[in-house]
């Protein structure tokens, strides 16, 4: 079966690629490092409490901390001795060797368990999920099971520059990411999987279409256009369904994974196998050894780019932060990057251009949302969608005022939620039912 190539949507822009670097280069193993600060709250949930004590000798894989609330067990990446434990990591030092991915073994036939067993075997193995949000692998399942989704979605698009780390796990682990992703649909129940990536790399993909055809798994080879990724709009692109303001593509019934979790799904159920760490692209101009790391958990990210000078990126420039002092890997953590940082100016009044709602791909219209940032009026902004802002950044990358629009939806978007959370009553009530009218 081959790749089917669609999808488009209003709004975007090109932005450079600058994956050059990095693209062809198979995933390797970094230099050795010292010691591991282990996050204790890899995903948004209450940190777990440590269940070692300092001075005590820790195998590999081993549980170092116990779930709190709705939170995972934390385990070692790499065999230790605990150095020291604080509120937020355990430090492990006189580390064993790390040995980059571990060869698959068949351990457990997949196929002849039920949905059932699937989510008791995926609530064993305490995964956490790779996005932005932060989520556990179980908070993930519960919420699609929840929505009763029935299409799952695999983005692979990678739109961001620079980064490489899920097309080089498509391009080694091809097979293994195509069955995580039927696991997961089968474990939620869903009728539908879709694999969506860039059609510029369709070449080096032969592994993952020989195995797609056995799960009847639908190959989408999209242009690139930035930001076709970010998830409510692949939804759209792929669907035609648009997601509600607000919402999450699971309202329009649609679960998005990434290949990094059907990678870590796979290697738990089928091989028994705990990943104790992610792939990781490391790039940018200053950046002396560029390429696909598998890096554990917990490493010192200024430590993994030396001798590289500051300042590094965390994901893309697009959307990534800025690396601060003690900076760590953790399962959010696709890519850093090391370039020189852009001298945006003093900012200027706007001009009333129209850019930022031409190349919105939410169709907001930014100017004025940033009007109402400066009025410190919520209300009006939450009035006219705000919420609906895909944070992608191409509002302040095409700003010829220099504005930082992108901070500022983001704060506006922040403000609405707390006061949704905090202040109910000052809630807008939801439309009541066509039949109630």
């Known amino acids: 079966m081959l790749f089917q190539r669609y999808g488009k949507f209003t709004g975007g822009i090109d932005v450079p690629e600058e994956k050059d670097s990095t693209v062809d280069k198979p995933i390797s193993i970094p230099e050795a490092t010292d010691s591991l600060r282990i996050p204790l709250m890899p995903c948004q ?26 939170g995972i067990d ?10 020291s434990i604080d509120e ?3 430090e492990l030092a006189d580390l064993t060797q790390p040995k980059g991915i571990p060869e698959s073994s068949i351990e457990t036939s997949w196929s002849d368990l039920d949905s059932v067993q699937l989510y008791q075997r995926l609530a064993e193995s305490h995964l956490p999920t790779f996005g932005a949000r932060g989520e556990t692998m179980m908070g993930w ?9 029935n299409t799952l979605i695999i983005n692979a698009v990678e739109c961001q520059p620079y980064v490489t780390a899920d097309h080089r796990l498509l391009a080694e682990f091809g097979s293994e990411v195509i069955t995580g992703s039927a696991i ?3 474990t939620i129940g869903v009728s539908k999987i879709i694999v969506a990536v860039d059609e510029t790399h369709t070449d080096d993909y032969t592994e993952l279409l020989e195995t797609n055809a056995q799960y009847d798994i639908q190959c989408i080879a999209l242009p690139r256009k930035y930001p076709i990724g970010a998830d409510n709009i692949l939804a759209y692109v792929l669907t035609r369904h648009e997601v509600p303001c607000g919402q999450d593509p699971e309202s329009i019934g649609i679960a998005m994974a990434g290949p990094a979790e ?7 159920v089928v091989c028994g196998q705990r990943l104790g760490g992610r792939v990781v692209t490391i790039s940018g101009m200053h950046a002396e050894r560029p390429g696909n790391y598998f890096v554990p958990y917990g490493t010192d990210i200024h430590e993994l780019m030396a001798p590289a000078e500051e300042p590094f990126i965390i994901g893309s420039p697009m959307i990534g932060r800025l690396c601060p002092e003690g900076s760590v890997v ?14 945006v100016g003093v900012p200027s009044q706007c001009i009333r251009c129209g850019w930022c709602h031409d190349h919105c791909p939410a169709r907001l219209n930014v100017a004025v949302l940033n009007d109402h940032y400066e009025l410190s009026d919520i209300a009006q902004a939450e009035h006219l969608g705000v919420l609906s802002c895909v944070e992608c950044g191409v509002c302040s990358y095409i700003c010829p005022a220099r504005l930082p629009l992108a901070e500022r939806t983001r704060k506006l978007k922040r403000a609405i939620k707390r006061r949704q959370t905090s202040m109910p009553l000052f809630t807008p009530a939801p439309k009541p039912p066509e039949s109630d009218r």
């Open 262 to 268: 059907c990678f870590s799904v796979y290697r738990w």
């Open 74 to 83: 934390i385990f070692a990446p790499l065999g230790g001795t605990v150095k």
């Open 45 to 70: 949930t209450l940190p777990s409490q440590p269940t070692v004590t300092v001075g005590a000798r820790i195998e590999p894989h081993q549980r170092i901390a116990a779930a709190m609330k709705d």
């Open 88 to 90: 937020k990591t355990i």
């Open 330 to 343: 953790k399962p959010s953590t696709d890519a850093v990057v090391a370039i020189d940082p852009t001298i």
């Open 141 to 149: 399942i519960n919420r699609a099971k929840k929505s009763q989704a």
């Open 184 to 186: 997961l649909g089968k």
